[in-house]
């Protein structure tokens, strides 16, 4: 199937979102619905095993002062080897809602499996190469089912309560696994090298760049977002996803909500201190290592139909020579305006220059104070230095040069001016450009050299052949394009601008990033969305938002919502109608 085609919109109020995205959206209500409501096969409970005693270690020749000893019995005491690996678990975990925490493991696997494979033949292989691309369309869909999965794990997690019973941790380490999975995607698609990234890329730079980290994470630089993606972000992830394992597997899985109704500190501190209890009530078999792999099986086979029905999306990138050679006329003008310096690009503000079009703050302005980082003189890196290095060839536009740089500031002015004046007016004749007369200066002769050496594709490789090493950083290029309008163009017939919940959004049919909908959601409210700071008020509200999902066990009344609206009934309702009991402490 060809998902490369435009896409399908839905508009309501305020919320514009693709059918893809929605179709996503639907299909996990429908399997977080499915979970609560389908009956659990594996209910057979039986009598609980005894968990293991501390272990005792033989005190021989004072081994047991020495570190590694210590170390031992402290892990034995927390992590025994039937908590580690049991083969028993509580009989209450009777819902398919439990399945999705090791549905994410198995998920996540596949990604790491498949990113190392691309990996390994390197950045351009998926772009060229058959398998290549088949393997990009594993890992997209391996991460989309990986998000999925854990969203719906988390959602079950709230439902459940699953803070209680001195399980803070379990949940906070769990919603930041969440939060650096969403770093990591981001990364990911700012890694793609194909138009998607590049537009995220100029866009998400604002929002960085108005926090003073633009000089630091620069998203248009995608040797470091690729590193960031292999390399800094997994071991954080892998280590927090790790850490949440073992403080579920220490701690156990929460408690069934108890039906009765506790009214006096002492009966809830009772009932805190019974969910908190080591479960000594009915348990059922467990085979933790075969439903993983189950798991494991079953994710995969779906990751490779998913691959093989959908592919993956790969709009080729817009380069300076393609945008030079189909909008000859706005490359024109942008060019013209990045030498009179009246670019968005050139009154930007920092990290760029110390422009002030762009710069944001709240009381404070961290953009300037983090300063300028990536220098940028539109004038000079845009036009005059690449002209310059042909100039030695070109003994025309060697003068042409000479008259510019040697007028006064003033003179300088008026041509810039009277040439943006008329360059909208240039018509093409065999593709050559003829703007009309006006009192310009050598400025035409310029522009028109650089419309030359843009359509060959010299000045792309002029703009990366800037950096010292290896040309991954593409800024200058990127700010160059994004000050036209043709770049826009293209994004808005894809739906990804701003108002239309671009950031979320995929190329052609397919599914994005709709976990992203917090952050995107500022853009769409009215009075906030036309505000001139409205990139820091969204990483203000979002990381507000990401605060107050990491407190939830800390806040009255949003931790409460789990018993005002009773959906654990749902996972639990087999526990609860059995003539079971919970175990008194």
């Known amino acids: 199937m060809d998902l490369n085609q435009p896409g399908i919109y839905l508009h309501w109020s305020i919320i514009n979102i693709s059918v893809a995205n929605l179709g996503v959206i639907l299909i996990m209500l429908v399997i977080f619905g499915l979970a609560l409501v389908l009956p659990f096969p594996r209910y057979k409970a039986e009598e609980a095993t005894q968990i293991i005693q501390d272990a005792k270690i033989a005190d021989e020749n004072d081994n047991n002062k020495m570190w590694t000893a210590r170390v031992r019995r402290l892990f034995l005491k927390f992590l025994p080897p039937d908590k580690l690996l049991p ?224 592919s993956s999306p790969d709009l080729p990138p817009l380069t300076i020579a393609a945008w030079a050679n189909k909008a000859p006329g706005d490359f024109m003008s942008t060019a013209a305006s990045e030498l009179a310096g009246t670019s968005e690009t050139a009154t930007y503000g920092p990290p760029y220059n110390n422009g002030t079009s762009n710069v944001q703050g709240i009381g404070l302005s961290w953009q300037r104070i983090a300063g300028v980082h990536e220098p940028i003189n539109t004038a000079k890196t845009f036009v005059l230095s690449p002209l310059a290095k042909i100039a030695p060839t070109n003994p025309y536009l060697a003068n042409a040069l000479m008259e510019y740089e040697n007028a006064s500031p003033s003179q300088q002015q008026v041509w810039n001016k009277s040439y943006q004046n008329i360059v909208s007016q240039v018509t093409f004749v065999n593709g050559t450009p003829i703007v009309p007369l006006a009192n310009d200066g050598p400025i035409p002769s310029l522009i028109n050299t650089e419309l030359t050496l843009a359509r060959s594709g010299a000045l792309d490789a002029d703009l990366l052949a800037q950096q010292p090493f290896f040309g991954t950083n593409y800024t200058k290029p990127l700010m160059f394009i994004e000050d036209g309008s043709y770049f826009a163009s293209i994004a808005r017939q894809q739906n990804l601008s701003g108002d239309q919940w671009g950031v979320m959004n995929e190329t052609g049919r397919y599914p994005g990033q709709p976990w992203l909908w917090l952050y995107t959601l500022w853009y769409q409210i009215p009075g906030i969305s036309s505000s001139s700071n409205i990139d820091l008020i969204a990483i203000y509200l979002t990381g507000l938002g990401t605060l107050v999902l990491l407190a939830v066990p800390f806040l009255p009344g949003l931790r409460d919502i789990p018993y005002i609206i009773p959906i654990h009934r749902l996972i639990w309702r087999r526990w609860n109608k059995s003539k079971l009991k919970s175990p008194k402490i």
């Not at 975990?93 to 549905?103: K, L, P, Q």
């Not at 391996?142 to 709230?158: N, P, Q």
Request: one cysteine or more; a neutral charge; aromatic letters at 14%.
């Open 87 to 310: 083969d028993h678990q509580p009989a209450y975990v009777s819902s398919w809602i439990y399945i999705f925490g090791v549905a994410t493991l198995a998920a996540l696997g596949i990604v790491i499996i498949s990113g190392l494979a691309l990996a390994i033949e390197g950045p351009d292989w998926w772009h060229t190469n058959l398998l290549g691309h088949f393997f990009n369309s594993v890992h997209l869909w391996s991460v989309e089912l990986f998000m999925a999965f854990m969203v719906i794990h988390l959602w079950g997690k709230f439902w459940m309560a699953a803070w209680r019973g001195k399980r803070t941790l379990t949940w906070i380490t769990g919603v930041v696994a969440f939060l650096a999975s969403i770093i990591q995607c981001f990364t990911g698609y700012l890694s793609q090298q194909n138009f998607d990234s590049q537009w995220i890329a100029t866009n998400g730079k604002d929002a960085i760049n108005s926090t003073g980290m633009g000089g630091f994470f620069n998203l248009m630089n995608f040797g470091q977002m690729l590193l960031w993606h292999t390399v800094i972000i997994p071991i954080g992830l892998i280590a927090l996803v790790g850490g949440h394992i073992l403080l579920v597997r220490i701690r156990g899985v929460s408690h069934p909500i108890t039906l009765e109704k506790m009214h006096t500190k002492e009966e809830k501190k009772y009932l805190e201190k019974s969910y908190a209890a080591e479960w000594k009530g009915p348990s059922i078999r467990y085979d933790i290592l075969k439903e993983g792999v189950l798991a494991t099986i079953i994710v995969f086979i779906l990751t490779i139909l998913l691959a093989g029905l959908f």
